[in-house]
């Protein structure tokens, strides 16, 4: 087989670098988008690429041929991966299956649990105040999508500001962000090389958000300040004295709202690099960024290249498979 079929298995490698720089540089709408869409490619591409280096080898077991009807030297001809890349291959795949399936069970399971939260809140309205004293404000996404925010994080914000924390949030509950968050993480759980796309649609959904903010209140510094104050009031609040009850469990669904803690992204290794909040605010106190075409067909062209390796791989299998059965 043609080493390009390999190829499925290193773009995710590029991909995990190009991440920040793409969310940074990119209309927070356009790189969403961009980031989940590859996410979900390259995950799908590379799953398929293990199963086929699975397959491949598996049919050169004697007993397989002999079911299957296939004949041995034409398979040899084709030059299919050794056996020990098939049986790497087939456990990375049953791995990746595993954790993708488990992922997919929690996210369930918190969307759910996201909605019996929405559904027993006080009143009818999308927008719920608490009387907590803490600092907070979220989305609670579901078929009733709901916005909490605290007696405490009002009281930390002026009246402008909080104009600015109700657009940021109805942008999260109008634009389903937490499908994005959720897909991602998905595909991130199939192939762990994906983490750093996930992270990043993380930020471009916050960015989204914030850019809304800015548009609905016509002020990027008000905007930027807001975020600011807020991500100030929330690190006041003691670890595990949040307002959000069910935030550990909806974690796979759940969004953060106007700031997360400012620390709550820091990995070890890049303490040195600006967190999620700064980089929202510096964002925020320049120009609305614009497309950049280049930028996004490149992105778009690596990913289509995995996609059409994968695709590629399959053809030739089948191919294969067909010469060795007639």
Sequence with gaps: MHLAIYLPLVVPLIAAVAARPLADRLPPVAATWLLTGSALALAAASSAVLGLLALSALVRIPLVELALGLSGPVIRRGDPPSV??????????????????????????????????????????????????????????????????????????????????????????????????????????????????????????????????????????????AIARAALAVSATPPGQAARPAVDALGAVSLPGLASRPGAAARPGWAARPGPVPRRVAALLQPPPRLQRVLLIAAVLVVAVAGGSALEAVRDLHRLLEAAMY
């Design 84 to 225: 020990a890349v098939a049986i790497v291959a087939g456990a990375l795949l049953a791995v990746a299956a595993t954790a993708a399936a488990r992922a997919l069970w929690r996210r369930g399971a918190a969307l759910l649990a996201s909605d019996r939260e929405a559904r027993h809140l006080p009143g009818t309205a999308q927008v719920v105040v608490t009387d907590e004293e803490t600092a907070d404000a979220y989305t609670l996404p579901g078929l009733r999508c709901r916005i909490v925010i605290t007696a405490g994080m009002l009281r930390a914000l002026d009246e402008r500001e909080r104009r600015v924390l109700l657009a940021h949030e109805r942008c999260h509950a109008a634009g389903l962000h937490y499908l994005f968050i959720s897909a991602a993480r998905l595909a991130a759980a199939a192939n762990p090389l994906l983490r750093p796309l996930a992270d990043a649609v993380g930020y471009t959904v916050e960015r989204w958000a914030d850019e809304r903010a800015a548009t609905v209140t016509g002020d990027r510094p008000l905007t930027a300040r």
